[in-house]
């Protein structure tokens, strides 16, 4: 199941990062619409995080598909979508009408509850990920003779 977990995940993060990065104006847009604290206050720091986080969710795509540090790749992952669940909630009890970008030009929808369970069900199997991967090395013998 975790590699299961891995590739999804991993596969999701890099079509994210590709699509948003073909078109960051309307990423910074959709950014900018949902008034996020810090963000919608200094529009240099706006700018910044929308020409960089595309590229953030491509490395790590591409370190769970790799496997390459993968344990603490899915702990990241499933922080960030924690993260997106816990946002997209605020902004849904806000009353925000607006649109996710949670892929990019593709998924131009407006924020629902769809979302936020999406969202909280891929962070939750990024960190049973983690878990099973834990358990798994605890239970596997020492190999030093």
Known sequence: MPLVIRLITGG????????????????????????LP???????????FAESFPWFELGLGALLLSG????????????????????????????FKGECGCLGPLLSSRIGWLHV???ALVAGACFRMVFETTQKLKQTPNLKQ
């Open 12 to 35: 999701l993060l890099l079509y994210s990062g590709w699509l948003k990065l073909g078109d960051l104006n309307n990423f910074a847009n959709t950014l900018d619409t949902m008034q």
């Open 68 to 95: 390459l540090a993968a344990r603490p790749a899915a702990l990241v992952a499933g922080a960030l979508f924690l993260t997106f669940t816990l946002l997209l909630v605020t902004l849904r009890l806000q009353g």
């Open 117 to 119: 369970g999406l969202d």
């Open 38 to 48: 810090v963000l919608s206050t200094n529009p240099a720091l706006l700018v910044l």
